[in-house]
DNA sequence: TATGAATGAGCGTTCATTCAT
DNA sequence: TATGAATGAACGCTCATTCAT
């Protein structure tokens, strides 16, 4: 459903250079940037962005999507390590820094617990998953208090991620400000 | 500078009905209403709001700027409190409300940080110092860490915002997410 | 209800020139003629044409509903007239090359009797009440046959003026063909 | 002229199916409708149509001439009908009726008279001699008047199509108003 | 030869801003 | 000073046409 067809080679490259394009396009100037110009950075003419994804809406709702796929393989990724604490911390650590890096990252994480209609509920339940089995772990090691749900977690996230953009430029700044987030997050 | 000329009393009228409207457009529809919009909310003339705000970013800016003051004043009203921790917990947690309805708070406070060059570094430095105030008394008390500094706490309340706006109507969710937060804060 | 507001002088005269220019551009080029090259053709600008008329298809509406509006003002000034035969030819006749020269009045007849959502019953009836008026009369001198209702009239003079203007530049030919229609509709 | 390469059978039949689904797909959503529904109707790629039809118009011109093509057939075959009365009748009334049904037919008749450039002469040459030998045969039997001409009796058949089809389902009504044309061409 | 992806001019429409009333 | 009509740049989107596969 989500790939009705095997497009041509050249056609699956270009949709990728324009979701790319979108991305950043997006990220620098804001969704309010003219589909012209993710045309441009892709280096396509502008109709075939429109042929690619037929509304800007759509256009959007695909950045969100491959944003969050690309989150859930990262939390995956760390699903897997050995020492459940510092795999919890590390991995909130690096997405927050990726999200004041690129901010729109963040809305992704927010979609997934909401609409965003077209998106089908699959997708936000992957990131629900792929977030609790961090956490079920890291409580299970006695790091993080019991009476955190996969929703706060990703509530904090959310807000975490909109700190660190808030801060800017200093890492040190950022680094504290997040450590105090995350001592809440630890069981007394 | 704020306000070079002493408006005549219909003209200061006015000036406030288009600032309200403005808010209340721009909380419910977004920035990107068309100022058009605005001068019906405020039963006046698409002409008269641009003679008071020249450009839409300049009303942008005068929205922000009187959100900030307002902040500033919540904040003051806070500080002579009898009970130094319970008046910054209890600060913290309206404002995050607040904010979690017209989630454009966050953007006024963050705006008090950085950008928006317009708005002069004096608002900024009055929202610093009123919320210093609560801080510092609550450090006194020894019910918040020491290492946490009026930067940090405002980003943390960026945060705390955006995360409360993430989750939506359910209230006790959102009190235990930012509980989350306010644990963070407190001496160990 | 057709005229909400008491526009502006100048805007009332901007909105004429607007119509004015739609008809002479939709009459020469078609209707899908861009709106720009109304607004060029009536010296305003593209925006005062959407401010009149906030869609294209309203354009031709009001385009379409001054037609109507000119055919019965037409058709009342001949329905005095002493000679009622002649009055409803004569009628028939003048009307038939009006759309000849632009061909776009018969699609204002032809709305008369169906759809067009927005344009309203009234002005339909009113074409049928205009038109019905004259060949009453007419037929009551026994100039014209009894078993002609309006809806037959009107769909043959529909097809007159397409025969007309399929005819183009012959006068001559163009009576002698309309003509026969006329000895169809005579008593005999 | 017309056909000036012996096409591959494939691309023949290509040709003729491109031709049927344009014909269909004008009929029902107008000319406007994109090309590329017309090689959807086919099922072939929109290369295709343009390789048989390089342009739009072309492809225009080419249902054109395929009506007309039609339209000379079923003249002809009326042609030798032993009563020339009832078969000129007859067939003005049949052909009126598919014209109403499918109004494009009547575009193609006009188009025999003038416009239509590349359409050649011949065809419309074609189109007035088919006519023309049922309107003698029928002027012959003295059923129908003497002054009327080929040229006037086209451009009533081009009125009575638009006429019937201005009336819509109501077949009673269609009849008796294209029996009001026909008395008119009747000879007194 | 057939395909369908790519192209970009052009269209309808919006909206910040200006200016005559 | 207040009004709202006028302006036109800019945007989202369509579709005839081209061309690499």
Redesign the interface.
Same mark, same amino acid.
């Given at each position: 459903m989500t790939e009705p067809k095997p497009l041509r080679a050249d056609a699956r490259r270009n949709r990728a250079r324009v979701l790319d394009a979108a991305e950043t396009v997006f990220a620098a100037r804001g969704t309010?940037a003219p589909t012209e110009e993710v045309a441009r950075e892709a280096g396509v003419g502008i109709g075939t962005v429109f042929r690619h994804f037929p509304t800007k809406a759509a256009l959007l709702e695909a950045v969100l999507a491959e944003r969050m796929r690309r989150f859930v393989e990262e939390a995956q990724s760390f699903a897997a390590a050995e020492d459940p604490e510092s795999a919890f911390f590390v991995f909130l650590g690096r997405w927050a820094e990726m999200s004041a890096a690129k901010n729109a990252y963040t809305d992704a994480l927010?979609a997934a617990? /909401?609409d965003v209609p077209r998106l089908g509920p699959e997708i936000g339940a992957q990131v629900r998953e792929a977030v609790g089995a961090l956490l079920s772990r890291a409580q299970l090691t006695g790091a993080v =208090?019991e009476?955190?749900g996969v +929703?706060?977690l990703? /509530? @904090?996230m959310?807000? /975490?991620? =909109?700190?660190?953009e808030? @801060?800017?430029e200093d890492a040190a @700044?950022r680094a =504290? +400000?997040l450590g105090?987030?995350?001592?809440?997050?630890r069981a007394r």
């Open positions: 309010g927010a617990g /909401a =208090r009476d955190v +929703t706060e990703i /509530a @904090l959310v807000g /975490a991620a =909109r700190a660190a808030y @801060l800017g @700044l =504290r +400000t105090i987030v995350f001592d809440g997050l």
